[in-house]
């Protein structure tokens, strides 16, 4: 009997283009993120574009909240909804936070890993922006999304690598009437690492979301 009420009741689907929207979202904050650690002049206005990036995102964050609150009947479990969008959130937030912290200390120049992490962030966005569409169909695509779950995690272990050799050069490189520098420099690394967590709980997600669905 439920099942047919289920099949017969007003289904939303608006929360697919939210997620998507998220996920586009994170993109276009990742690339901003990597266009600070160039360094520049512009540093500055880069950082302003992320929070306003971060801003837009929350929004959308809003709308998944909202939309949960409005509908009978919802693709997933809403709890794994909220997770999702949440999780999505909370990278776009660690990204922003980053820029917040280069403010914060006036950070003009930027270590090799630092740029290299930037790099593996966008591509953890990459694989967001098309591993989010294939949930609509969660069935035909099981498998492609769990190779899409084990790229991620694989990229962020490359990041956990850089964020190791990366503080430590910092700490061999570093003068020692200096400190301050290496304390700095070892915070915006900890942010960076953080960015690609926060990506890999989203993956955790989806990956719990499929095994739920399949």
């Not at 200096?178 to 420099?185: E, M, T």
């Amino acid at each position: 009997m439920f099942k047919l009420i289920k099949a017969i009741m007003p289904r939303s689907e608006n929360f697919f283009d939210l997620f998507e929207a998220q996920a586009k979202k994170a993109q276009e904050a990742a690339h901003t993120l990597r266009a600070i650690l160039d360094g520049g002049p512009d540093t500055a206005d880069k950082c302003a574009r992320l929070s306003t990036q971060e801003e837009e995102a929350d929004q959308i964050s809003y709308e998944v909240m909202q939309s949960i609150r409005r509908s009978f009947i919802t693709p997933f479990d809403r709890s794994d909804i909220k997770a999702l969008s949440s999780a999505l959130d909370d990278a776009i937030d660690q990204m922003n936070k980053t820029g917040k912290t280069v403010m914060l200390y006036d950070v003009a120049t930027f270590h090799p890993n630092m740029r290299a992490m930037g790099d593996r962030i966008i591509l953890l966005a990459d694989i967001l922006v098309n591993a989010l569409p294939l949930m609509r169909n969660i069935g035909t695509h099981s498998g492609q999304l769990h190779q899409m779950v084990g790229e991620i995690s694989r990229i962020e272990e490359q990041s956990d690598q850089m964020y190791d050799s990366g503080l430590k050069d910092l700490f061999k490189t570093t003068p020692k009437d200096q400190a301050l520098d290496f304390i700095i420099g070892a915070e915006l690394y900890d942010r960076l690492e953080k960015v690609c967590d926060m990506f890999e709980d989203v993956a955790h997600v989806m990956s719990d979301i499929v095994i739920e669905h399949v």
